[in-house]
């Protein structure tokens, strides 16, 4: 199993920017996906989640309504769109893969993560 993101960077307060996560080496629209991240000096914690078919999906509730998971079965990949980003999104954030069904929020329920990728918030 392979997780790959891409599309962190510096943005200012406000502004946006769409994460990807390429998934292959193993059946990406049998598994659920998730988003987590940590901050500096942070454990790490959970952001949003998909489940791989019915589009269901859960947030954190610091993100609600800012960010969206998404996912393109056919190209193997997750996304998180978010918007109306602040310095407290800033951190790394990493994609998961489950195969345990629903939208999980416990990282212990999540067998395959990606290196992450840095969001950084600043003015």
């Known amino acids: 199993v392979h997780l790959v993101e891409s599309g962190g960077g510096l943005v200012q307060p406000g502004g946006s920017l769409r994460l990807s996560c390429a998934a292959d080496?193993?059946?990406?629209?049998?598994?659920?996906m998730g988003w987590f991240r940590q901050a500096p000096g942070k454990v790490r914690e959970f952001v949003a989640a998909?489940?791989?078919?019915?589009?269901?999906?859960k947030y954190a509730d610091s993100v609600k309504g800012r960010f969206t998971i998404s996912r393109d079965n056919a190209k193997s990949t997750l996304y998180l769109q978010m918007n109306s980003l602040n310095p407290e999104d800033t951190a790394v954030y990493y994609c998961?893969?489950?195969?345990?069904?629903?939208?999980?929020?416990?990282?212990?329920?999540?067998?395959?993560w990606g290196q992450g990728t840095q969001v950084t918030v600043s003015s």
């Open positions: 998961a893969a489950t195969p345990l069904f629903g939208t999980r929020q416990s990282e212990s329920d999540y067998s395959y």
């Open positions: 080496r193993f059946s990406f629209s049998n598994y659920q």
């Open positions: 998909r489940s791989r078919g019915s589009g269901l999906t």
